[in-house]
């Protein structure tokens, strides 16, 4: 037995099928009314799941075609990610930012589910729209656990960010980075003023303390104005010969 809804079940399931591309890249997801009767769901059961694959960035729909498999995801380690703030001024840029949604969710919000709460917590929602220079960089969608940071709601974020708010008024212990290149929806796409073929990277950050979660981040850049960097020292393998006692030049 499982205490995961049924929905959660079934993108499990289809995630499962990627990743080992039982359904490969392009393959064409069965329609709603045969993985209901598969899954022994409701069709708006399975709806649900297939629309936040398509949020994951894992499925594509095509309007009068069907859902399609973006393809696998592939893992790789990232280093210093820095905030988007900073980002901008090191590109000698202009940040500003509009907030779009700051408010506490709804019991019955989907997005609750980004943070695995339990029913009587209370989870914070902010959607902001950063620009560079007035041109939009990244749409930031963080849910918020209310106990680790009560007063996230009375914060201006045009101010400032959440990300320098949230390092200076809470403890984490743990962050999990993701990465992976998405097509969006028409909304994200209008505010980030990108045509309908334009393939977007999404970050998706997760941050715990002591294994409580503290907040889920969803950040989304449009691929042409946007590019990962990451240095660091490089270790060599190469074992470097110890000259032995007496035997020196």
């Not at 002591?210 to 270790?235: M, Q, W």
């Amino acid at each position: 037995m499982t205490d995961q809804p049924l929905y959660e079940q079934i993108k499990s399931a289809i995630d499962r099928r990627i990743e080992t591309e039982e359904w490969p890249a392009n393959y064409q997801v069965p329609s709603e009314e045969d993985l209901a009767s598969e899954f022994g769901a409701s069709p708006l059961t399975v709806r649900r799941a297939l629309r936040e694959l398509q949020t994951d960035g894992v499925l594509l729909r095509i309007q009068g075609r069907g859902t399609f498999v973006i393809g696998p995801r592939m893992q790789c380690a990232v280093f210093n990610l820095p905030d988007i703030e900073e980002e901008v001024a090191l590109s000698g840029g202009a940040h500003s930012c509009r907030v779009l949604q700051h408010s506490i969710l709804g019991r019955d919000s989907p997005g609750r589910n980004m943070l695995q709460l339990p029913p009587e917590e209370t989870v914070f929602h902010s959607r902001l729209l950063h620009l560079e220079d007035g041109t939009p960089i990244q749409l930031e969608d963080r849910y918020v656990n209310a106990s680790e940071a009560p007063a996230y709601l009375e914060q201006d974020f045009s101010r400032i960010t959440p990300h320098n708010w949230l390092l200076r008024e809470t403890t984490v212990t743990t962050v999990d980075n993701t990465i992976r290149a998405i097509r969006v929806d028409e909304d994200i796409r209008n505010h980030l003023q990108i045509s309908e073929n334009q393939p977007c990277l999404l970050l998706d950050r997760s941050t715990w303390r002591e294994g409580i979660p503290v907040t889920r981040s969803r950040f989304i850049y449009p691929g042409d104005r946007y590019r990962l960097r990451s240095s660091h020292e490089a270790r060599s393998n190469r074992i470097v010969p110890t000259p032995s006692p007496g035997k020196g030049r």
